[in-house]
């Protein structure tokens, strides 16, 4: 069997000496690999899931998953050996803030009427250039 789980086909000349176990010649009779188990496949035409095929899914998944995991550790300290590691902060704190702001607007927490609060800006800057209000 190959790595995936698909049988190779025999190559003409190919002696049986060269098969993998659990392969049989065919001869008409029945091997343990042809008899139908709890491992393959119930569609017809499909690959058997077997134990070795599932356990190298899972190394792929994992080694995929450390991948990420290492170059996230990368990043990171790439980030923390910046000279400008402070300014870089002050202003992700003040980029979150905004987004706080945009998203709570969006939702409709604390939302205030818009023309009021452009009348209430306006008072308040013509009050504090010391014009009377008409």
């Not at 790595?3 to 025999?10: D, V, W």
């Not at 049989?24 to 690959?47: D, K, L, T």
């Not at 450390?66 to 050996?81: C, G, H, T």
Request: charged share 25%; net charge neutral.
């Amino acid at each position: 069997m190959s790595q995936t789980g698909h049988e190779r086909p025999r190559q003409p000349g190919q002696s049986a000496q060269h098969e993998q176990p659990g392969q049989h010649e065919r001869s008409g009779q029945p091997g343990p690999a042809a008899q139908p188990g709890p491992e393959q496949g119930s569609a017809p035409g499909s690959p058997p899931v077997t134990l070795e095929l599932l356990t190298l899914l899972a190394a792929g998944v994992a080694d995929l998953a450390l991948e990420q995991l290492r170059q996230s550790a990368d990043r990171a300290q790439e980030v923390l050996r910046r000279s400008d590691l402070r300014e870089l902060l002050t202003d992700g704190v003040v980029e979150l803030r905004k987004r706080g702001e945009l998203a709570t607007r969006r939702s409709g927490a604390g939302a205030e009427n818009h023309l009021e609060a452009m009348a209430r800006r306006a008072a308040e800057r013509v009050a504090s250039e010391g014009h009377p209000r008409a």
